[in-house]
């Protein structure tokens, strides 16, 4: 028994000590001729939902299709500026009201169809006619395109297509400044090949009860524009998809490309560790272990997003989160620095306002830093008008004692761990907080904008970028059931700043990163929410994989010229 | 022995509508919307949009009308389309079948064909050294947890030694190969059926030295019959009791999936899938993963008391 129990801990002793397993590996020097050949493995926690991106709005689907499909403009993977993808160039008219998109010569899809506008065409109005869809918003201003939905018309009459099928003209009832980009996929994000989805749905009906909800081609993509022809899917396993020899970039150098499905990152983990999987992302906690691997190569960006302590200023049981001093009081008295440093072990920046750091129109050098300061807090709340209570708890001015609840989803360690501090630290300055925890879909019918009942809560938010229009977060027309104004943010000059950078009238970036900041000015003072952090994004790959570079806007941008050094 | 069966099927009824009734109102009456989680965080969702999703999954319907429209489809094995992977259940659930099946019937093989023989020299050795050898690594093996012992083999065996694969079906590249998919097997197989490699001993072992002790296997010894056949034939067969009554709801363990196990070693069966359904809301899996679990155990009963039947003389049918 001794023997056995000297043996398993020995055991564990080995692997505590030691994960990281020695090997030479090779790096290639620049101007190595590649050679082509091999499989690369990408390491995701899902399958898709479905490969019909009008039908998917999680990230693990795209991980998917961004594999066979494209839009027609994308972000430059280095300075993140708009530019052609399949569309050699775009045009938005004077008067912002007809976009024009020119596609490149001689495109072709992966079984040799040539790539029209009529694809672009069918996409918009597949989308529109989905009755499962999430994805019509980027129409609310095309002419035509609610006609289309209900069944008033066979075609979308705001979508033409030109010059033979090479230039798609979009016509507007209403400026949108987001426009060029929002319908670059036209509306589901990435473009369907018209040919093959036509035998299960004709778009030139008025019949509303056809949609492309349902066929076979959703979870088996017929042709592809991007990098990858997809081979097989084997659920909760892997898709497997083959080189494209007609991508517009060249074919890639890799033979094989998998999308392998994971039951967790300490699934991934392990697997990256024996060279199973090529790259994947990674958690904050396993960074350190992972770089003192030889075998692997780590890559650490922003993300376009943030996490926030979000206020309700129109809450019943907490008058004082209507006060801006107050706001700014609790924004002093919670230790972000600390939330870093512990919590997410320093991979992730600060947040002072509503941009997050990855975006082109992020500045911070004339916000307020709201370093961690309890002298200060309780400072403001006594300008505030709060008055200390023999209990250590401050009295508001109509005398009742400043507690209030602060929400969150579980299971969400990051969260739970944040709230736990928060309360810790409130209490230091004299405000007390009772830590209430729920599953996500009951905190998002909780915050559910307008609800008095609610007063503080712990949440996210991912993909607010690159673009910086925020209208939908800030402006208070969204202050609305279902809208993302849950914190009841008013103030009209923020209103007006916001109109301006959504509808112009000039869409104009350098114009629109201006007001942008102005904006972010504004919402540092008055700090409807607390930015606690933006965390990274922290991504592994094989060392031996070369031209492997993946930035904050793309992982895979440049995936035909990887190639898998021996 | 039919009319038995007939019976027993019958009575099944009643506990089966209960089943159902209960599954439908407990999803349905569930705090989370799956509207709202369909929608995620996603911006600029108008109310008019959710009401349409609403009515288009049927959900706008009063409870009543739900449950019956539910009862009929249920009856076709239809559960209706997964709210997350927008196909039919069934479809969804029978392309992870088989992988679960492949592990719960060897880990089930493996865990009689050591376990029994185990129990039987335990038995047949007791207070000397095999018996006290099989006494120990029941207990410690007993001790262990699974998701222990399946990790601890992931990181030494797989991570460590690179003795076996760190988890997945198959190699890439090498999907039909036979001996490859057999080789991710042992971890997985392993574990599940570690439980059983332990118990079965235990059970065997206590069983027999009770019923090696009865009068009737004095007699059978003194009537000069084989001491190996005494013990195949006789004791065995009474000793086995127990075991069947444990292996009771074999075909949910069969079927259902392994949760655990399956989520270390990232194997893509049941068990995960209905894990991942139950974390996502996806109330159609999660209905018929409760309702066929349930159709399964009440079948397994009946299964249970044929076999009684069949290996204990003492239990007679009353017809």
New interface residues.
């Given amino acids: 028994?001794r023997r056995?129990v000297a043996s398993?801990t020995a055991?564990?002793l080995?692997?505590t000590a030691c994960?990281a397993?020695p090997s030479t590996t090779p790096q290639a020097s620049a101007g190595e001729k590649p050679v082509p050949g091999g499989?690369l493995?990408r390491a995701v926690t899902?399958?898709p939902?479905?490969f019909n991106p009008i039908?998917v709005?999680?990230t693990t689907s795209y991980r998917y299709i961004e594999a066979v499909y494209q839009d027609l403009l994308r972000r430059d993977p280095k300075t993140s500026e708009l530019t052609g993808r399949l569309a050699e160039k775009f045009e938005l008219s004077k008067d912002g009201l007809t976009l024009t998109y020119t596609l490149r010569d001689g495109l072709k899809w992966s079984d040799g169809t040539p790539f029209t506008g009529e694809d672009y065409k069918y996409t918009a109005e597949a989308t529109m006619r989905s009755?499962?869809t999430?994805r019509?918003?980027a129409f609310t201003n095309v002419l035509g395109a609610q006609d289309y939905k209900d069944g008033k018309t066979d075609e979308i009459k705001g979508i033409q297509v030109k010059d033979g099928g090479k230039s798609i003209v979009i016509t507007f009832s209403k400026t949108l400044c987001t426009a060029v980009e929002d319908l670059s996929g036209a509306g589901a994000g990435y473009l369907l090949p018209s040919k093959h989805f036509k035998q299960y749905f004709d778009p030139r009906t008025t019949d509303t009860s056809k949609t492309i909800?349902?066929n076979p081609l959703?979870?088996a993509p017929p042709a592809s524009m991007g990098p990858w022809v997809f081979k097989d899917f084997?659920?909760?396993?892997r898709a497997t998809f083959t080189k494209n020899p007609n991508y517009y970039l060249g074919a890639p150098l890799i033979d094989e490309f998998?999308v392998?499905?994971?039951?967790?990152a300490a699934?991934i983990k392990?697997?990256l560790?024996?060279g199973?999987v090529s790259f994947a992302g990674v958690e904050p906690k396993d960074w350190d272990e992972l770089t003192k691997v030889e075998s692997l190569k780590g890559f650490e960006f922003a993300d376009f997003g943030w996490n926030y302590l979000a206020w309700n200023a129109e809450s019943t049981k907490a008058p004082w989160l209507a006060n801006k001093l107050v706001r700014q009081a609790l924004t002093y008295g919670v230790n972000r620095q600390a939330i870093i440093d512990k919590i997410v072990f320093g991979h992730g920046k600060l947040v002072y306002a509503a941009q997050p750091p990855a975006n082109a129109a992020y500045k911070d050098d004339d916000l307020n830093k709201y370093p961690f300061d309890p002298q200060k807090a309780k400072q403001l709340l006594e300008q505030a008008g709060a008055k200390m209570g023999s209990d250590g708890i401050y009295r508001w001015t109509d005398g009742t004692p400043m507690k209030m609840r602060i929400e969150t989803n579980q299971p969400n360690t990051v969260r739970e761990t944040i709230l736990q501090l928060a309360q810790e630290q409130y209490k230091q300055i004299g405000v007390s907080i009772d830590a209430q925890l729920m599953?996500f879909?009951?905190l998002?019918?909780r915050i559910r904008c307008c609800g008095k009942d609610f007063e503080g809560w712990i949440?996210g938010?991912t993909g607010l970028g690159p673009d910086p229009d925020q209208e939908?977060l800030w402006h208070s027309s969204h202050i609305a059931?279902?809208?993302?104004n849950r914190w009841r943010y008013r103030n009209p000059s923020v209103d007006r700043l916001l109109d301006q950078i959504h509808s112009g009238p000039d869409c104009n970036e350098a114009t629109r990163n201006k007001l942008v900041h102005d904006v972010d000015k504004q919402l540092n003072e008055d700090v409807p929410v607390i930015w606690l952090y933006s965390g990274n994004n922290l991504i592994f790959g094989q060392k031996n994989i070369q031209n492997f570079a993946p930035t904050s806007v793309s992982t895979i941008y440049n995936i035909e010229q990887w190639w898998i050094k021996k | 022995m039919g009319r038995f069966v007939l019976r027993r099927l019958v009575q099944a009824v009643p506990t089966l509508f209960g089943i159902l009734l209960l599954t439908f109102l407990l999803t349905r009456l569930s705090p989370s919307d799956p509207v709202a989680l369909m929608f995620g965080d996603r911006f600029n969702v108008t109310e008019e949009q959710r009401q349409e999703l609403r009515h288009n999954l049927g959900l706008d319907e009063p409870l009543p009308v739900q449950f019956i429209t539910y009862l009929g489809k249920v009856a076709v094995l239809d559960f209706g389309n997964s709210f997350i992977y927008h196909r039919p259940v069934m479809q969804v659930i029978a392309e992870r079948l088989p992988n679960s099946l492949q592990l719960s019937i060897a880990a089930l093989l493996v865990g009689l064909v050591i376990g029994v023989p185990l129990g039987i020299v335990a038995a047949l050795t007791r207070g000397r050294l095999p018996d006290h050898v099989i006494r120990l690594t029941s207990v410690v093996g007993h001790a262990i947890p699974t998701f222990w012992f399946g990790l601890l083999f992931v990181l030494v065996l797989g991570v460590q030694l690179r003795w076996f694969p760190v988890g997945s079906m198959n190699a890439i590249g090498r999907e039909s190969d036979i001996l490859d998919r057999l080789w991710h097997m042992v971890g997985p197989v392993l574990t599940l059926s570690l439980g059983a490699i332990s118990n079965y001993p235990r059970f065997l072992r206590t069983q027999m030295l009770e019923e090696l002790s009865q009068d009737y296997v004095r007699t059978a010894h003194s009537k000069g019959l084989r001491g190996r056949l005494v013990v195949t034939r006789h004791v065995l067969r009474n000793a086995i009791i127990p075991l069947v009554t444990s292996l009771g709801g074999i075909l949910t363990i069969l079927i259902g999936g392994a949760v655990i196990t399956e989520q270390i070693f990232n194997w893509p069966g049941l068990g995960r899938l209905f894990f991942e359904a139950l974390v996502n809301k996806d109330f159609p899996i999660v209905q018929a993963n409760v309702v066929v679990g349930s159709a399964l155990l009440l079948l397994s009963y009946i299964l249970r008391d044929v076999v009684y039947v069949i290996v204990d003389p003492r239990i007679k049918v009353k017809a």
Avoid at chain 1, 234 to 237: A, I, V
Avoid at chain 1, 260 to 264: G, I
């Fill in positions: 028994m056995l398993i055991a564990l080995v692997v994960t397993t499989t493995v899902g399958d939902k479905s039908l709005t999680d009755k499962r999430t019509q918003t909800d349902d959703n979870m084997k659920p909760g396993d998998i392998k499905v994971y039951s967790d699934a392990a697997a560790l024996v199973e599953s879909n009951t998002l019918e949440s938010f939908s059931p279902n809208e993302f």
